[in-house]
């Protein structure tokens, strides 16, 4: 079931969470969910196939994370908002938090905004954002849920003219309890068979959101990046969750801990 969730003063937010009740192991994010951009931002100067493009969301990332969502009975948090307004997987600080420039793409819309200007998109929807997995984490804690944090991506097949081969790209940091078993498992097939942090990895300041709620706390967690003409279609998005579903079911099978046996989930 689809949550709206709201702000501080019960004013209707831009962030969503489904199945907030869900009881699964995981917590599924979506960064990059929406193309949306709101009418007071006039389209930010941008044409309609500018909108629609990759530079805008993840095509096919929301799908594949609400098709986990519901076979896992897992809670998915998400905004409903162009990652063009504000990219909520980036520090505020970064210098592409609001990017003037996306891959060759200018975006006149965030040329010269002021401090607060900056600061009221901030508060739009990077705040709410982050309050709402921390809130659920938080709760899921006292609960004594176990819980690991998967975020869903897509990438581009070409990027500023390079090509991008792999069907699938596994991301972490320093916590690597879920990538090697997610990377054992996708290997098995040919058809899935994925790299290893690319085409980004966390050097490269993507893995804010995972980084921040997932090996800040101390939990398994994983990023994974999808080539968006694998997941195409609704169908091409519920064959991949059914293969990273199943990956994902033998990443916990295998999942260990600090002072935890083998098969152990933290």
């Not at 609001?98 to 401090?115: A, F, K, Q, Y």
Request: charged residues 20%; contains cysteine; hydrophobic residues 40%.
């Amino acid at each position: 079931m689809q949550q709206q969730a709201e702000t501080r003063g019960g004013v209707p937010s831009v962030v969503v969470t489904e199945n907030a009740e869900g009881l699964g192991p995981f917590v599924f994010l979506c960064d990059h969910a929406s193309n949306v951009l709101p009418a007071e931002f006039g389209g930010l100067g941008l044409d309609e196939a500018a909108r629609r493009a990759h530079i805008a969301w993840d095509p096919g990332a929301l799908g594949v994370s609400r098709h986990l969502s519901a076979l896992f009975d897992a809670p998915l948090v998400y905004p409903d908002l162009s990652r063009l307004v504000l990219d909520c997987n980036r520090d505020p600080a970064a210098a592409d938090l609001i990017p003037e420039v996306s891959e060759t793409t200018e975006v006149p819309g965030n040329r010269g905004l002021s401090p607060a200007d900056r600061q009221a998109r901030i508060d739009l929807v990077h705040t709410p954002f982050h309050r709402t997995i921390t809130e659920l984490l938080d709760a899921r804690a006292e609960a004594g849920l176990p819980t690991a944090v998967v975020s869903i991506h897509s990438f581009t097949p070409i990027y500023k003219g390079v090509s991008r081969p792999w069907p699938i790209g596994i991301l972490s940091d320093t916590d690597r309890r879920l990538a090697e078993p997610i990377l054992t498992a996708l290997a098995a097939d040919p058809a899935t068979m994925p790299g290893d942090n690319v085409p980004y990895s966390p050097a490269d300041g993507v893995y804010y959101t995972v980084g921040r709620h997932g090996e800040g706390r101390g939990l398994p967690c994983v990023m994974i990046e999808i080539r968006n003409d694998e997941v195409a279609s609704p169908e091409a998005e519920a064959l991949w969750a059914e293969r990273l579903g199943d990956a994902l079911a033998f990443a916990l099978e295998n999942l260990t801990a600090p002072g935890q046996p083998e098969g152990g989930h933290a």
